[in-house]
C-alpha cells in the first residue's frame, strides 16, 4: 500500500492561497472521525502519487504523525491549468463495507485485428470490507473477436462473494464491433446482436 504524507491545514489560510504556494487542499472524513480534517499536500508529492493512484486505491495516509488508512473518494482537477485542486480521503474502519470504485483497465488491445476494441464503462462501482478493496480490474481482450461482448457479471470482482456490485452486472464493459465499411453485412449483424 501507498503511504502518502500529509499535513493539517490551517483553515485561516484560504485554499488559494495554498495552491499558489504550491500545495493541494484536501479533507480526511470517516465515521472514527468526529470533524473532518482538512489537510494540505505538497503539490510535488500529489501529483507523483496520483501517477498510479487514482480514485478508489487505498492509501496509508500519515498527517502529523497519525496513520490513517484512508480511500481516495474524490480527486478534484482543473484542466484548464493542469493543476490537481483538492483529493478527499475516507478513513476506513476494519471489518466496515465502504462503497468505492475499480478501474477498468483493457490489456492486449493491439493484438485484436479483426474489429475495433471500445470500451464501454471506466470504473465498476462496489461495497467491500477495506481488505477486500479493488483498485483495477484488467481484462485480456487479446483473444476477443468481432461479436464477443465481456459483461461485469463475466469479471472476477462479480463472483468475488467479498464484494457487493453496485454496478449492475448485465452492463457491458467492453465489445468488438465490425469496422463498417459493408453496410448489408452490419445490418444483419446488428440484427442478430439485438435478437440475442
Known sequence: MTTLKAEKRDMKTKAKKLRREGFVTGNVF???????IPIQIPQREAERFLKTNGKGSQVMLEVDGQSIDALIKEVDFDSMKNQILEIDFQALV?????HSVAEVVLLNHEKVVTGVVEQLLEEISYRAVPEELVEKVEID????????????????????????????PETPVVTVFEVHNAVEETDTEEGAEEAK
Open 94 to 98: 476494519k471489518g466496515e463495507k465502504v
Open 141 to 168: 481482450v487479446g483473444e476477443l473477436r468481432v461479436g464477443d461482448t465481456i459483461k461485469v457479471k463475466d469479471l472476477p470482482i462479480a463472483s468475488n462473494t467479498h464484494i457487493d456490485l453496485m454496478t449492475d
Open 30 to 36: 470517516g465515521k472514527q472521525i468526529k470533524e473532518s
